[in-house]
């Protein structure tokens, strides 16, 4: 079930100042489809300074982030 839209930054290797593993990928997330959901990466790729214990989409729109290729669908 799709939880976001976002756009592909396929020439973009590192987030942050990390190197995201060969099987993420890193997205810009535009729009949220269920805004419940948390981000399932931020133990390994934080997108905000402070280490929360979960962080939903709907706070981090327009943020760009690592996402596993596993899990994305292409339109």
């Not at 020439?11 to 959901?37: F, H």
Request: proline share 5%; glycine share 4%.
């Amino acid at each position: 079930m799709p939880v976001a839209t976002g756009r592909l930054m396929k020439e973009r290797r590192k987030v942050g100042n990390r190197w995201i593993d060969a099987d993420m990928t890193v997205v810009e997330l535009c729009t949220i489809l269920e805004p419940s959901v948390c981000y399932p990466y931020n133990d390994r790729y934080p997108v905000v300074d402070k280490r929360a214990a979960a962080v939903h989409l709907d706070s981090i729109v327009g943020s760009t982030m690592a996402w596993s290729l596993d899990c994305l669908t292409f339109q």
